[in-house]
């Protein structure tokens, strides 16, 4: 009797948060796509190569591994290399966490070398989330996600983490679905992620300590620190966060 035919698995994904403004939550992006990764049972291999902050690998129950990619104002090669190495050989999903000082090194480098091509061909796929963001830095984070959109080659797939904490993702009256970065772009996007903007004395506020003191939310929910209620709005909003995540990796 011939055995049924079985689907083929997916490809490995090495997720690498992108985006030129700082500032805006790729850390806390980061953080959030490990912990959604860790929690469906797939093991995952954590970087943080920001060379000015070291969030991610603050963030004691990720165990991120800190890489320093930059020498001066250009590319590490070395260390470039090394991470390259690691990304090729790694059986488990990798999350990328990277600094605004070196997003313009960095994304050229990858670009000069065919890294997403190398990662495809390798059964690797290369999945970078960038983030745009309300308030003051929304054009710059728009222009972030649309040189992006447009250098990267379709081997790359692309998620964009809408931040509305700083205030509404809207221009001209236009939300960013509407707008021409993404119309012009929406081909490139695997799914948007939006973060929304919590009552900033109740769901904001536990955010920002759960933040401040780099808790994942199972940490925070098991904290003394967080009251009853507070971990229920902690509940809510990683159910949230969570499900859409899902729908995009």
Not at 172 to 190: D, I, L, P, W
Not at 198 to 207: A, L, N, P, V
Request: aromatic share 8%.
């Amino acid at each position: 009797m011939t055995a049924a035919p079985t689907l083929a698995e997916p490809a490995s994904q090495i997720h690498m948060t992108l985006q030129g403004k700082g500032g805006v939550g790729k850390s806390m992006v980061s953080s959030f796509l490990a912990q959604y990764l860790s929690s469906t049972g797939r093991p995952v291999t954590c970087i943080d190569t920001d060379p000015v902050n070291d969030t991610l690998s603050g963030y004691a129950a990720l165990n991120a591994r800190r890489l320093d990619l930059l020498q001066g104002n250009q590319i590490n090669t070395r260390r470039f290399d090394e991470m390259m190495e690691l990304l090729m050989s790694s059986d488990t999903s990798v999350v990328v966490d990277n600094g605004a000082a070196s997003f313009l090194p960095l994304t050229s480098y990858m670009l000069e070398n065919g890294v997403a091509d190398l990662l495809a061909a390798s059964g690797r796929q290369l999945v970078v989330h960038t983030v745009v963001t309300g308030g003051q830095a929304i054009m710059d984070t728009l222009t972030g996600f649309d040189q992006l959109a447009r250098q990267l080659p379709d081997t790359a797939q692309m998620v964009v983490w809408l931040n509305e904490y700083f205030g509404d993702i809207s221009a001209e009256g236009k939300s960013f679905e509407a707008m021409k970065a993404y119309q012009a772009n929406r081909h490139r996007v695997k799914g948007l992620v939006r973060i929304k903007r919590y009552t900033s004395e109740t769901f904001g506020k536990d955010m920002e300590m759960m933040l401040d003191r780099k808790f994942t939310f199972d940490e925070a929910v098991s904290s003394p620190d967080f009251g009853l209620m507070a971990k229920q709005r902690l509940t809510m909003m990683k159910r949230d966060i969570f499900g859409q995540i899902a729908l995009v990796v």
